[in-house]
């Protein structure tokens, strides 16, 4: 991953819901009760981050041993009703209201569940919407573009930005006269 | 390095239009010149009325002064440039096969030598703008066959591929990352 990339970053943060396997002493500051423990079975939401590392490291424990810390469960925006709301209209969906880094956290989840369905489902679409911001970036003014742009995953944004620039770069220079 | 950041994806159209200055052109010179040896070009000795090569650059200095003719580049006529847009539009599935620097050369002859021109030079500015843009629309469908991978550009111009490269680079990097993520367990 891209250590300095700051979308990455947020993408790391982003909150999953999670269930706890096992009863933890003082870490009750997680769901607000600073001191107290996190009793086995609850619920709570951690960033992505944290939630991963502790998902998959397992317990070295002669009791609990075998198990994980927490167990991740289907987090809302990439539910069935989700995928298909983006199956069925990959290049107008509100992507950004669904997720605002949406590819980057797809990335990372498929790095530890390799949801083959998912992927594949996720390039369809960007190629789908690459089409779509390719012709809107270089056909019309940026304010026309508005309500389009904010539909936008930040990924789109920022490829969105780049086509816009380069193309005008070209149009300007096009129309100059030659030095 | 402290440049902007967009000057770093790719060259802007004027880099490549100082590329494009370095292909050769025939002139017909009105003065002497000795033959000069440059770093990175030699220019041959030009006398009056004798055709010679030179680079586009020193060709445009030399017609800025009236001291040469441009000699019109074969493709950069009526009938070849009809010929090219038929092609274009007889195969949708593939560009035609211009030259590697034909909107800068294009622009820079119409611009300075356009009295050189054996036809009239608003006939060539409208078909090389149709031109220009049968083949934008053609890049723009070929987009919707973007995959992680691989992409070809047969016969695409240098600056038609820097046109579209900071999109088509950040999107396949992000379709190469997509499916790395599924795929890394099997390397």
Not at chain 1, 56 to 79: A, H, K, M, R, T
Not at chain 1, 133 to 161: G, P, V, Y
Not at chain 2, 116 to 140: F, G, N, V, W
Request: proline fraction near 6%; charged fraction near 25%.
């Amino acid at each position: 991953m891209e250590y300095y990339d700051i979308d990455d970053i947020i993408a790391d943060s982003q909150r999953l819901p999670v269930k706890f396997q096992i009863s933890v002493p003082g870490l009750g500051y997680l769901e607000g009760n600073p001191g107290k423990q996190v009793s086995k079975d609850s619920r709570m939401e951690l960033p992505l981050w944290l939630a991963l590392i502790l998902a998959i490291c397992p317990i070295d424990d002669s009791e609990d041993s075998g198990q994980n810390f927490v167990e991740l469960l289907p987090p809302e925006f990439l539910s069935a009703k989700v995928q298909n709301a983006i199956k069925s209209s990959p290049a107008t969906i509100d992507l950004h209201s669904i997720l605002p880094h949406f590819y980057n956290f797809v990335v990372k989840w498929c790095w530890l569940f390799e949801d083959a369905q998912l992927v594949q489902l996720c390039l369809d679409m960007l190629r789908e919407r690459a089409a779509e911001i390719n012709s809107r970036s270089s056909n019309s003014t940026a304010r026309q573009n508005l309500d389009q742009i904010n539909k936008l995953d930040e990924f789109e944004k920022r490829i969105f930005k780049l086509n816009y620039d380069s193309f005008k770069d070209l149009k300007q220079w096009l129309a100059a006269q030659h030095p | 390095m402290s440049i902007p950041a967009k000057l770093t994806q790719t060259l802007t159209p004027g880099e490549v239009n100082f590329l494009a200055e370095n292909e050769m052109i025939t002139i017909l010179p009105r003065y002497s010149l000795d033959k000069l040896q440059l770093i990175g070009t030699r220019i041959p000795a030009l006398r009056p009325m004798k055709r010679e090569q030179v680079p586009i650059w020193l060709a445009i200095i030399l017609k800025n002064q009236d001291k040469c003719n441009i000699v019109m580049p074969q493709w950069l006529t009526v009938r070849q440039l009809k010929a090219f847009y038929d092609q274009e539009v007889k195969n949708s599935d593939r560009f035609a096969q211009l030259p590697w620097h034909w909107i800068e050369i294009s622009k820079a002859l119409l611009e300075k030598a356009s009295d050189d021109m054996p036809d009239k030079p608003h006939e060539i500015r409208t078909i090389i703008q149709d031109l220009r843009e049968i083949r934008q629309l053609k890049a723009r469908k070929g987009l919707k066959e973007l995959n992680e991978s691989y992409i070809q550009l047969d016969n695409l111009s240098l600056l038609e591929i820097n046109e579209l490269r900071p999109f088509i680079v950040k999107v396949m990097d992000q379709m190469r990352k997509l499916s790395d993520s599924v795929n890394s367990g099997e390397q």
